[in-house]
């Protein structure tokens, strides 16, 4: 580091470890060092990375002021904080791509920097670009040893990687490995998940993640939520839907939150339930309603298919007409989500709403073009398969069984143990 003095870095440390286990709140801790010495350089990068890392548009004033300070400190940093500095004036322009890409490059020098592979996995994950989800780690694991502390990060970040790629035995493996040098890595425990949920061992996941609650489902775990989706999954694909909504209520939105990464998992819950005509009470009204807050349409396309969910199933349609609308003027920016957009966001959230207006056979033909290359916008595969149940859905209300026939067989060729997966194929050969 090129300034800091050891109290500043050892709070530096701990907001890494914050990041790291995705508890407590990393930009709180590193604010007691930035409070102190405002021109700590890796302080500021730390603070800003970590907002990125939120992929929201009420991130940008705070990651533009980080930038600005650290270009008043250019002179005095070192060439890796320079790096993460460019990397966070690509993020701020809307040059995502850019951002991963200087993220790269910084980590082909420096390849034990803990927060530039961590953020960059992460960004690699918001792209849906699984190969880099692998190949980011695995450029850098040869820098590491088993006992540098921090390793394990490594591992659990692998394995997510190994599982987006299809390697499902060497990705449980990695994520295993992983807990067991610190039983708390909570993006561990949701790779191995991942693995389980591909796999159709959805029993077995669901005794895997209670087990593990104390590590993974503390009251002040950013990614509790998340981990708690993926409990809800696998007891709804169990046909247990009354379990998955108890699960919604305690973990996956136990509170009124309107940050987009954990309204997105409540959504995409409540929407699995409603392809299946599923009673949710009032919850959608509530989500429906922090949707409507803030300026996040047209943000980032995969955010934006989530809140079509919302508007669609809540009946809000003035809300989705105005979201519509966003992401149409999205699809003209020359940036990231620009590109995004136009390859998959734009026809998905317009298939959504066709489906909410019962519009099925429209729904269907905006659909079938981009279900393959919804990887474009983000998300993993546990997550874009929305997308094909959505698809499958419309084709059956549609009336078209020969689709949905031919798509329900496909779904059981990938999944032939899963409960869920042989419902749809009875109801297509109906």
């Not at 709140?25 to 890796?42: G, H, K, N, S, T």
């Amino acid at each position: 580091m090129s300034g800091g003095n050891a109290g500043s870095q050892e709070i530096y440390e701990q907001a890494l470890r914050a990041l790291n286990v995705y508890r407590g709140d990393a930009v709180a801790i590193i604010d007691q060092a930035l409070a102190a010495e405002p021109d700590f350089a890796m302080g500021q990068v730390l603070r800003a990375q970590v907002q990125v890392t939120m992929w929201e548009r009420s991130m940008l004033p705070g990651v533009r002021d980080g930038v600005a300070r650290l270009e008043a400190l250019h002179g005095r940093m070192n060439e890796r904080e320079r790096r993460h500095a460019r990397a966070l004036k690509l993020w701020a322009a809307g040059d995502w791509e850019g951002h991963r890409a200087e993220l790269d490059r910084l980590l082909a020098e420096y390849p034990r920097d803990l927060l530039a592979l961590q953020v960059g996995h992460v960004a690699d994950f918001f792209h849906g670009d699984r190969d880099n989800l692998r190949g980011r780690v695995e450029r850098a694991l040869p820098a590491w040893s088993r006992e540098d502390e921090g390793y394990g990060f490594l591992l659990g970040m692998q394995a997510f990687g190994l599982e987006e790629c299809g390697s499902y035995g060497p990705a449980e493996e990695a994520g295993r490995m992983a807990l067991h040098h610190d039983a708390d890595d909570c993006w561990a425990q949701h790779a191995v998940a991942h693995v389980l949920e591909m796999l159709v061992r959805q029993s077995e996941g669901i005794q895997f993640m209670e087990l593990r609650r104390k590590h993974w489902a503390q009251e002040d775990n950013g990614f509790a939520f998340h981990n708690w989706w993926h409990t809800a999954l696998y007891n709804l694909d169990q046909g247990r839907p009354q379990r998955a909504l108890e699960i919604y209520d305690q973990g996956v939105r136990p509170q009124p939150s309107e940050i987009r990464l954990m309204m997105l998992d409540a959504a995409a819950l409540l929407w699995r339930m409603h392809l299946r005509r599923l009673d949710v009470g009032k919850r959608w009204e509530e989500l429906a309603d922090a949707y409507q807050k803030g300026d996040e349409n047209g943000f980032y396309a995969f955010n934006d298919m989530h809140a079509m969910m919302s508007f669609v199933a809540a009946g809000r349609a003035k809300a989705a007409a105005g979201l519509l609308k966003a992401v149409a003027a999205s699809v003209a920016e020359r940036n990231t989500n620009g590109h995004m957009a136009r390859e998959v966001g734009l026809p998905i959230v317009r298939a959504i709403e066709a489906f909410g207006r019962e519009s099925y056979a429209e729904a269907v033909d905006l659909l079938m073009p981009v279900r393959y290359r919804a990887h474009v916008f983000g998300g993993s595969h546990a997550q874009r398969d929305i997308v094909h149940r959505t698809l499958l859905e419309a084709a059956l209300r549609s009336g078209d069984k020969p689709l949905a026939r031919a798509l329900a067989s496909e779904r059981v060729a990938l999944k032939p143990h899963c409960p869920f997966s042989m419902e749809l194929r009875a109801r297509a050969m109906q």
